[in-house]
């Protein structure tokens, strides 16, 4: 058990529809970090939290968006869902940024979307 | 991130050791390497990470020659349970945010 949970395991939508996946990071950790990986496909970054603030963005739609909130918990909302979003999504957090290059990341178990 | 190159796919059979190599001829001072190591539908899990010389886990080994333009990752007695992709990654994490993920070397381990 890395220590990041993330909400719901699995879900099915219909195109067109908006969703909103959940990861709570480790106790302590203030990065937050999202990641996509479709079927057969590398983890893609999309975008990450430190501490509530964006740090970083990756290839990141603009249908999708993301917040860390003050509890820390981060929230991925993807709209306008297509068939082609359908992947497994991965949140990670590590510890404090700023730590001389020397750090670990904890991935979730993923969140499975699909839509149909 | 540095550029990383490693080979897209590796077989073994069990009770061997595997040695994959990691190219990153870019690598910048305060950058550190680090393998993380995923199967199928499960998140990445950190293996290893190093900065020079060697380094060793209970896990694995990670050799990092002098001018670290390479690193090895070095897993003993594989087994079944070793399938998976293993990914290098190199950077300084406290600057560089975007902790990247390449293609990654699939190691297949056969009975």
């Known amino acids: 058990d890395s220590g990041v949970t993330q909400t719901p395991k699995h879900l099915i939508t219909a195109t067109g529809q908006r969703v909103t996946l959940r990861c709570s990071p480790r106790?302590?950790?203030?990065?937050v970090y999202w990641y996509q990986q479709s079927l057969d496909q590398g983890l893609q970054f999309l975008i990450q939290?430190?501490?509530?603030?964006?740090?970083a963005k990756g290839n990141i739609l603009e249908r999708f968006s993301a917040q860390q909130f003050p509890d820390l918990h981060s929230e991925l909302n993807l709209s306008s869902l297509e068939l082609g979003d359908s992947a497994l999504y991965f949140c990670?957090?590590?510890?404090?940024?700023?730590?001389?290059?020397?750090?670990?990341?904890?991935f979730g178990q993923g969140t499975r979307l699909t839509v149909v | 991130l540095a550029k990383t190159t490693q080979p897209i796919s590796m077989d073994s059979y069990e009770g061997q050791e595997v040695n994959i190599t990691c190219s990153h001829n870019n690598i910048a001072t305060n950058d550190y390497i680090t393998w993380y190591q995923q199967f199928p539908s499960q998140g990445p899990r950190f293996i290893i990470q190093g900065y020079k010389t060697k380094v060793t886990n209970e896990v694995a080994s990670l050799f990092i020659p002098a001018d670290r333009k390479s690193s090895t990752l070095s897993l003993p007695r594989v087994s079944l349970s070793d399938t998976a992709v293993y990914y290098c990654?190199?950077?300084?994490?406290?600057?560089?945010?975007?902790?990247?993920f390449g293609a990654g070397t699939t190691v297949t381990v056969r009975a």
């Open positions: 939290y430190y501490n509530g603030e964006e740090r």
């Open positions: 990654l190199v950077g300084d994490l406290s600057n560089d945010y975007k902790l990247s």
């Open positions: 106790s302590g950790d203030l990065s």
């Open positions: 990670a957090s590590s510890h404090l940024v700023g730590t001389g290059g020397r750090t670990e990341a904890f």
